[in-house]
C-alpha cells in the first residue's frame, strides 16, 4: 500500500481552494471587459444547444444564485456537484489511504448520465419553464 507523505495530503486538501480562487477572480474579472459572442446554433435554428445558458448559469453560480444557475443550465449545477463527490473520494483515499470503489466514475453511471443530458436538452426546447433565460 502506497503511503502519502505529509506534504502530498496538505496539496491535495489545499490545491482545489486555492485553484478555484483563482479561478474565479479571473472570470469575475474577464467577464467584466469580455463581450461573449452569441450561440450560433441558436441563432441558425432557434433551439437551445446543450450549451446555451453555460456562461450564463456560471456567472449566477459565482454570484451564489443557485436557482437561476439551474435555469439557465442545469449542466453547470450537476458537474460541479459531480466534481465535489470526485474530490471528496480523493481525499478520503489520501486521508484515510483506503481504495474505495467509485460509483461517479463506472461506464453505467456515464451512460445514465449521457442519457439523461441528451434528454434534458432536447426537453428544455419544449418547456419554457426549463429554458434559459
Not at 2 to 23: D, E, G, M, N
Not at 33 to 39: A, G, I, N, Q
Not at 103 to 123: D, G
Amino acid at each position: 500500500m502506497k503511503r502519502y507523505k505529509t506534504y502530498q495530503k496538505v496539496l491535495v486538501i489545499l490545491l482545489p481552494f486555492v485553484s478555484l480562487a483563482a479561478l474565479w477572480l479571473l472570470a469575475h474579472f474577464a467577464l467584466k471587459y469580455v463581450m461573449l459572442p452569441e450561440c450560433n446554433f441558436y441563432k441558425w435554428t432557434g433551439l437551445y444547444c446543450p450549451g446555451c445558458g453555460a456562461t450564463r448559469a456560471a456567472i449566477a453560480l459565482m454570484n451564489g444564485d443557485i436557482l437561476l444557475s439551474l435555469r439557465q443550465n442545469a449542466l453547470i449545477v450537476v458537474l460541479l456537484l459531480i466534481a465535489i463527490a470526485l474530490y471528496i473520494e480523493l481525499l478520503l483515499k489520501v486521508v484515510f489511504e483506503k481504495r474505495f470503489k467509485s460509483p461517479i466514475l463506472n461506464l453505467k453511471f456515464l451512460w445514465i448520465f449521457l442519457i439523461l443530458f441528451a434528454i434534458y436538452s432536447v426537453i428544455r426546447n419544449f418547456i419554457p419553464a426549463i429554458a434559459p433565460v
